[in-house]
C-alpha cells in the first residue's frame, strides 16, 4: 500500500519516497539506469512526460506535480506503457527546484503551459521570476537548457524579458529535439481552440 496505488491493483508506485524533504535528492538512488536527467515541472497529466520517456529510453526523466488526482492519473499512464526510465514527486515547483535537485544535476527543464496568471492583480504567482531562474541555473548542468511554452502571450512577453535581463541563460535559435516529441495535454487544448502556441529554449550560459 503506498501514496498513488491504494487500491487491490498490482501498479508501480512512480513517486518517490524516503527521502530528507530538507537536502538534494540523492538521484542516482530512485533511477536504476545512468544518463541525461530531465525534469517536467508541472506535469499536468504527463502525456508529454510519458511520451518523452518513451521517445527517449536512455534519459531519466522527473515529473513534478503538485495535484494530487493529476499525479495518480500520471501514476496510471506510466503503468499502461510500463516505463521504467521516469520518477514522480508530488511537490511544488520553485522548492523542488530551489532545495531538492541537486546543483548541476539536470540537462534540462520543461515549463510547459506553467499556470498564466494573466490577471495583473495575481501576477506575482507567475512561476517565471529572477529567484526561479536562479533556482534553474544552479540546478543546470553547464550548457543544459529549458524548454518554455504558453499561449498567453502577456506571460510569453513577461517571461521573455526576465529571461533575457537574467545573465545566466541564453536565448537558442532553434528548438531542441526533445521538445518535439509530442504535445502537450493543455496544447492540444490550446491549439483546438485556435490559440497561438509560443515557445522558447534557453540554454544555461557558461560561467
Ligand atoms: C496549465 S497546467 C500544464 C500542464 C502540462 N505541462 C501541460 O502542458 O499539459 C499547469 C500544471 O502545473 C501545476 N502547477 C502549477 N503551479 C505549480 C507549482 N507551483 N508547483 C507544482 N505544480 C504546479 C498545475 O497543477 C498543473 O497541473
Redesign the pocket.
Known sequence: MNLLTTHARNDTDYAIAGFDWMAPIPIDEFWEQKGPFWV?????????LAAAAEAFPEYRFFG????LS?IRKINRKLNRMSLTNVRLLR??????TRYLLPPESCDGF???????WPKARHAKNR?VTPEFLDAMAAALKPGGVVHF?TDNEPYMEWAMERWTQHSGFRLLPEIPGEMLVAQ??????WTEQGLDIHRFAFQKSAP
Do not use: H, M, N
Not at 511537490?91 to 523542488?96: G, N, Q, S
Not at 520543461?110 to 498564466?116: A, G, H, I, R, Y
Open positions: 517536467d515541472l508541472g506535469a499536468g497529466k504527463g502525456s508529454f513534478v506535480e503538485r495535484q493529476r511537490a511544488e515547483i520553485y522548492y523542488t520543461f515549463l510547459l503551459f506553467p499556470d498564466p512561476l511554452a502537450t495535454d493543455f496544447e492540444l487544448l
